[in-house]
């Protein structure tokens, strides 16, 4: 009879075959392209399956291992211990949730920026040129020429924020394997886990925690030691909806108690 495959295993073929569609039998379609990472709510790609699609799409290969490296290390053992089903609700929901969060914190920020250029005269007219072009050429066109003014007093380095927010969609499984990551953090507190970089065994309940508290300070500060491109906060929203779920299911898990964690 043959072995029957495992939920965790299905998620991993999944993203490949996504990787394979994406890279190589079907590279830079425009379908693909616009309809699955997740886009920015206002952007006119923005589609609500995206909060679903973009955890199965990825940047390159490293990206791909990482997070899929991730899954199988620490997700299949969340699924020995809870069964596919559950173990498939809480992927989802924690993926979907990094999504929610990511994108609110983006929005938060984008209108802080576009509420400034407001207030010196850009209108919503400008605003609706970042859907003309890829590059935003239309955009920064129109500011230059009819908004020198609002460019100084809002600065630079502001409307480049408010413009890579706009077009630059987030892909990655990241925000799942976040949650998984704190769900295994606090179901095996005293586990050893390392880095590559850092290949000294730490235990979970301290390396996890680190873990966040740099992608807290990267996504507050913008400095990152891993470089640019990270989706800091949705490693942070899957965390925090991780932790939400291990709390309401702390209550009806019945697990053995070798595999109990305390307070």
Do not use: C
């Amino acid at each position: 009879m043959p072995k029957k495959i495992t939920a965790t295993q299905g998620l991993l073929a999944i993203n490949a075959g996504v990787f394979v569609l994406m890279y190589f039998i079907m590279p830079g379609h425009p379908g693909l392209r616009k309809n699955l990472p997740l886009y920015f709510p206002l952007n006119a790609d923005f589609q609500i399956w995206q909060f679903v699609t973009s955890i199965f799409t990825h940047a390159d290969t490293t990206h791909l291992l990482f997070n899929m490296f991730g899954l199988f290390s620490f997700g299949s053992l969340l699924e020995r211990v809870w069964g596919s089903k559950r173990f498939l609700i809480f992927y989802f929901v924690v993926g979907i949730g990094a999504g929610v969060i990511y994108s609110t914190v983006n929005y938060v920020q984008y209108e802080s920026i576009a509420s400034e250029l407001r207030e010196h005269g850009v209108t919503q007219e400008v605003f609706d040129l970042m859907d003309e072009d890829d590059d935003l050429r239309a955009f920064a066109s129109a500011l230059e020429t009819q908004h020198a003014e609002a460019i100084d007093e809002v600065g630079v380095e502001k409307i480049i924020k408010l413009m890579t927010t706009y077009r630059t969609p987030v892909v990655g499984a990241s925000g799942a394997i976040y949650g998984i990551l704190t769900a295994f953090g606090l179901l095996f507190p005293n586990a050893k886990l390392s880095l590559i970089f850092l290949p000294i065994p730490i235990a979970a309940k301290f390396f996890i925690p680190a873990i966040l508290l740099l992608d807290l300070f990267s996504g507050v500060t913008g400095f990152s030691i891993f470089g640019g491109g990270i989706a800091h906060f949705a490693h942070l929203g899957g965390a925090f909806i991780g932790f939400l779920l291990m709390i309401i299911w702390r209550k009806h898990l019945s697990l053995p108690p070798e595999l109990q964690y305390t307070e």
